[in-house]
């Protein structure tokens, strides 16, 4: 006897769920078979995310103009002068105002 009633349950409980992925095909006009899933994002996680390729993309910009400027100095004894030079008052800048 309780055998029967979980097996009834078990199959009440298929039913209402190809019921429901039936409802899912509809509401969204999906053919193919398989069990349907909707995933809703928060607005968290979607703002996060873009932050995310924000700075994804800012960093890849920096990255390759760091390595322009690299090959620059080191193709050009000129600019490689100058470039040394900026990197050094930035040095000198930069502990002056961490120094005080």
């Keep these: 006897m309780r055998y029967e009633n979980r097996l009834a349950a078990k199959i009440e409980q298929q039913e209402e769920q190809k019921k429901q992925q039936e409802k899912l095909r509809k509401k969204f006009g999906v053919k193919e078979e398989g069990i349907i899933q909707i ?51 930035l040095i000198d800048q930069a502990l002056s105002l961490i120094g005080g």
């Design 39 to 89: 995933v809703k994002k928060r607005m968290s996680e979607i703002i996060i995310n873009h932050l995310i390729s924000l700075t994804k993309t800012a960093l890849w910009i920096l990255i390759r103009f760091l390595a322009l400027t690299g090959a620059l100095a080191l193709l050009y004894p000129d600019t490689r002068l100058a470039m040394h030079s900026l990197g050094l008052d």
